[in-house]
């Protein structure tokens, strides 16, 4: 059974920041991609982040240069710094964790359950 679990949302005003961790736990052989995912009511889920194991990150351009993605092998957390944000970053913030539970298992995406950050202006 594999588990993810994110922390960090909540309330910020506009040019604030925060930072959301996601940590993956259970059987889990190898984890190649993780990233951050947002969705706002009405509209379907959108990428913010990603990040693959000995890749670059890749970014919305909504977020770059305002939000940084990274990890934490060792501990299998994913990490989403969020810098200056405006009130069209608010959303329920989703991570993914692309992984193999076993050196013969296929891989499969496993997601989060979902933290909400509302930024007021």
């Known amino acids: 059974q594999v588990q993810l679990v994110e922390s960090g949302g909540g309330l910020v005003q506009a040019g604030g920041s925060l930072r959301l961790s996601c940590a993956a736990s259970g059987s889990i052989f190898s984890i190649n991609g993780m990233g951050w995912y947002r969705q706002v009511p009405g509209k379907q889920r959108e990428l913010v982040a990603r990040?693959?194991?000995?890749?670059?990150?890749n970014y919305d351009d909504s977020v770059k240069g305002r939000f940084t993605i990274s990890r934490d092998n060792a501990k299998n957390t994913v990490y989403l710094q969020m810098n200056k944000l405006k009130p069209e970053d608010t959303a329920v913030y989703y991570c993914?964790?692309?992984?193999?539970?076993?050196?013969?298992?296929?891989?499969?995406?496993?997601w989060g359950q979902g933290t909400q950050v509302t930024v007021s202006s």
């Open positions: 990040i693959i194991s000995g890749g670059s990150p």
């Open positions: 993914n964790a692309d992984l193999l539970v076993s050196a013969l298992s296929p891989q499969y995406r496993y």
